[in-house]
């Protein structure tokens, strides 16, 4: 049968007869791969005539389909349990993506330690003696799960139905091939071809598989945008190969909340839980806090979590300011800055504005909003915020404060850290409080109800 050569765009897919800078579909550059196929010419009723006809399917009623829940497979880990909605569903895909080194292997490592011989891992980029010494390293080599160093699919499908493992770590999926597809793996082709065969295999045989998946330069997951349509879970690793802290994020969940967060800390015998996030990303620093430094409530899933923004306002030698942002989007941050200048009165036109989040974190949450337009205000005027103050709420275009989901819950966190005086969006419109208490600490607390950004700054910076 005769081949013949189409381009890939390895983004998304789309095939052009002839190679191109730029694809017309995402619009991305030098992304085309080429692949050799089989040509078939044969088409329409001529093709259908030659063509084995097959029986029809036959249809269930949901009524008839026997959906008993099934038992999940501990992981070990509470915080991998907690992302994953209670532990490893069998028959499942997951996809776990993240950057080079943030920790992906180490952490997988430590689940098929758990598992022991309930698990088989497929190692296409280490030797088994490179896998041995990593579980070495962490403790892990006693525990028996079974390792195979193989990329060919085929022999891979194979050595799962003659193992009957119940769960599959495939350490890397750009790294596998089918001998019946040309082109390299990690191809467009080769990446949807293999994963499209471990899903038939997981889903027929009740077997968890779980995919280690490359991030291009952007941070996406590296292949076809089909795979994570595929799988059933994607896992993202957020985090700096610098810092010790890791975060693990669900951004698709069939059978749980894609809202859930784990907080790792990397260490040299492996990830490490951390059982309170709110104490390891605050700084330890001791009396009354520097200027620009803002303590804010952020809510990921069911789980409150303080982290800490600062902000650095310099007069600018540009025509054009500055505006740098790490952590937070830089979008956010310069509406931010119009909004202080506009509805607060800061004259910021002049001044290069520096925003970042400790620790690395990530902040994506609306109700981030107030903390960093309090940072911004209190470096400008170069005085701290009050001493036990923390904020947490979004803030519009007009200068209002708009209320956030989980107050009652941010306000509890608070507490419980020690914070005197929370600054937050009114509960309902119409209604300011000053709500008076007592802390476990037995300080007076105060929890001021502001209803817009000007009277949450003069409120901030007493």
């Not at 915080?79 to 490893?88: D, K, Q, S, Y």
């Not at 022991?116 to 041995?132: F, N």
């Not at 499908?157 to 001998?179: C, F, G, K, M, N």
Request: net charge neutral; proline share 4%; charged share 25%.
């Amino acid at each position: 049968m005769a081949t013949k050569t189409l381009y890939v765009c390895s983004n998304c897919g789309h095939e052009e007869p002839k190679w191109l800078g730029r694809c017309p579909d995402c619009g991305e550059w030098s992304t085309f791969v080429e692949e050799v196929r089989e040509d078939r010419k044969a088409s329409g009723f001529a093709a259908r005539a030659t063509r084995p006809k097959r029986g029809a399917g036959r249809t269930m009623s949901l009524g008839d389909v026997r959906a008993e829940k099934e038992a999940r497979l501990d992981t070990g880990i509470r915080e991998l349990n907690r992302v994953l909605g209670g532990g490893i569903v069998p028959g499942s895909m997951v996809l776990v993506g993240g950057e080079p080194g943030v920790g992906k292997s180490t952490l997988l490592l430590q689940v098929m330690g758990h598992l022991g011989d309930k698990c088989l891992m497929i190692s296409g980029e280490e030797s088994p003696r490179q896998v041995a010494m990593s579980a070495r390293r962490l403790g892990v080599e006693g525990s028996g799960f079974r390792v195979l160093a193989e990329t060919d699919v085929d022999v891979i499908e194979a050595t799962i139905l003659e193992e009957r493992p119940r769960v599959v770590v495939v350490d890397s999926v750009q790294t596998l091939y089918s001998s019946e597809l040309s082109g390299a793996p990690g191809g467009v082709g080769q990446v949807r071809e293999t994963a499209a065969r471990l899903m038939r295999l997981a889903k027929s045989e009740g077997i968890a598989m779980i995919l280690v998946g490359h991030v291009t330069k952007e941070g996406s997951i590296a292949g076809p945008r089909v795979l994570e349509h595929m799988v059933d879970t994607v896992l993202q690793f957020e985090g700096d190969r610098f810092q010790a802290f890791r975060v693990l994020r669900g951004l698709k969940n069939r059978f749980g909340s894609t809202n859930e967060v784990g907080v790792f800390e990397m260490t040299g015998s492996g990830m490490t839980e951390v059982a309170d996030p709110s104490a390891f990303f605050l700084s330890q620093r001791e009396g009354r806090m520097p200027p620009g430094v803002v303590t804010v409530c952020l809510l990921e899933g069911t789980r409150p979590m303080l982290v800490e923004i600062e902000s650095l306002v310099s007069p600018s030698p540009l025509a054009v300011p500055r505006r740098v942002a790490n952590g937070v989007d830089t979008g956010r941050t310069n509406m931010l800055c119009a909004v202080l200048s506009r509805r607060a009165g800061l004259a910021l036109g002049s001044q290069d504005v520096y925003v970042n989040v400790s620790g690395g974190v990530r902040v994506e949450e609306p109700a981030a909003d107030l903390g960093v337009a309090l940072a911004i205000a209190s470096a400008l005027k170069d005085r701290p915020i009050g001493a036990g103050t923390a904020c947490f709420g979004e803030v519009g275009l007009t200068g209002d404060l708009r209320f956030v989901a989980g107050a009652e819950r941010r306000v509890g966190e608070l507490l419980k850290m020690g914070f005197e005086r929370i600054i937050k969006p009114e509960g309902k419109p119409g209604r300011r409080t000053d709500d008076g208490g007592v802390n476990r600490s037995g300080k007076e607390k105060s929890v001021i109800e502001a209803k817009t950004l000007e009277e949450a700054v003069e409120a901030a910076l007493l």
